[in-house]
């Protein structure tokens, strides 16, 4: 099973096109995305299981020029079924007979 991230990052002014189809061309980087602030970009990583995400994603950032700060946050436990996520069927919050 590979360890995977996902990555807040905040690029200089100006830089978060270059800096999203830069970190689009590293190896570990699955999707690299443009959004609204307080961050400029958002990331998903993945490295294989016997690396260890901070550490490759340090390794690899440091190419990457514009960034100025970088949240790394590990998923945990995605794989597990019971953590699935459930219809609004299912919900007893957002079922399909409640208006919202």
């Known amino acids: ?7 807040l990052v905040e690029a ?10 830069s970190l689009r061309k590293l190896e570990c980087v699955k999707s690299a995305d443009r959004v609204t602030p307080p961050y400029d970009v958002i990331a ?6 016997s690396r260890e995400v901070t550490e490759e994603i340090q390794h690899q950032l440091g190419a ?5 700060r ?4 590990s ?4 794989d597990l079924p019971w953590l699935a996520p459930l ?3 299912d919900s007893p919050v957002l079922s399909s007979s409640q208006s919202l």
Request: proline share 0%; aromatic share 0%.
């Open 1 to 7: 099973m590979a360890n995977r991230a996902i990555l």
């Open 12 to 21: 200089a002014l100006g830089k978060s096109i270059d800096v999203m189809l």
């Open 44 to 49: 998903i990583v993945e490295v294989d299981a």
């Open 64 to 68: 990457v020029d514009g960034i100025t």
């Open 70 to 73: 970088v949240v790394v946050c």
């Open 75 to 78: 998923i945990q436990d995605s």
């Open 87 to 89: 219809s609004r069927a």
